[in-house]
């Protein structure tokens, strides 16, 4: 069976540091993958989609970078972190294009 | 543009039956997904309507009209534990990308 890890689950990072969070699935190759951004108390806002190794899709500009090194791995970055980074960071996969997708257990981030 | 539109809260009581509306203003889809959120945790995979008509897995069913423009998600013989967020979401053609509404709040209450 297919799963997904990310982490760390939770970490607390001052404002202008450097932020990385990993997601890795197993039990599949070439999934698409997700990185979304849930704010306190709010919807899911899509922050990059990957279809391949090396191919980031942004769909909204901002401080933060996705890259893909491997089938399976997705990595969140950014150099400096901002206060409005704070929120609660889900990675997904899907096996193909317009079936549904599953989520990793998330990380929480606050800058402080 | 592209949204997905469902009622912010909703509240019911237990053993009740309660339907969470989804409208959608989109080009073509591949389907309309549903998932489920408790406070803190990640969505959870609920259910997946591909083609029109009603999908339905235990107590929870899911339905599309995409002549409507219109999905719901009906869930039935409430329990307390089913308190939490419910997404609607599409795939969309023109996009590689899963697009979800804002997400209602269910109250279960005694």
């Known amino acids: 069976s297919q799963t997904i890890h990310q982490w760390p689950a939770t970490l607390v990072q001052p404002v202008g540091s450097p932020l990385s969070l990993e997601c890795t699935v197993e039990?599949?190759?070439?999934?698409?993958l997700y990185w979304y951004r849930q704010a306190a108390g709010r919807g899911l806002q899509l922050l990059f989609y990957s279809v391949g190794i090396g191919q980031i899709s942004s769909e909204v500009p901002q401080n933060l970078s996705a890259s893909r090194p491997q089938d399976r791995q997705f990595i969140l970055s950014s150099k400096k972190l901002l206060l409005s980074d704070s929120g609660f960071y889900l990675c997904a996969w899907e096996w193909q294009l317009g079936n549904t997708i599953y989520f990793g257990e998330g990380s929480w981030l606050t800058v402080v | 543009g592209q949204s997905l539109e469902q009622p912010s809260e909703v509240t019911a009581v237990e053993g009740a039956i309660v339907q969470i509306n989804c409208t959608y203003q989109t080009s073509g889809f591949y389907g309309l997904s549903w998932y489920q959120q408790h406070d803190g945790g990640a969505p959870t995979f609920l259910s997946y309507n591909a083609l029109d008509g009603l999908e339905e897995t235990g107590r929870f069913s899911s339905f599309l009209s995409r002549s409507d423009s219109y999905g719901y998600l009906l869930l039935q013989e409430l329990q307390m534990k089913d308190s939490a967020s419910y997404f609607c979401?599409?795939?969309?053609?023109?996009?590689?990308?899963?697009?979800f509404g804002a997400g209602t709040r269910l109250t279960v209450k005694p």
């Open positions: 039990g599949t190759s070439n999934p698409n």
């Open positions: 979401a599409v795939t969309l053609y023109n996009n590689n990308d899963m697009r």
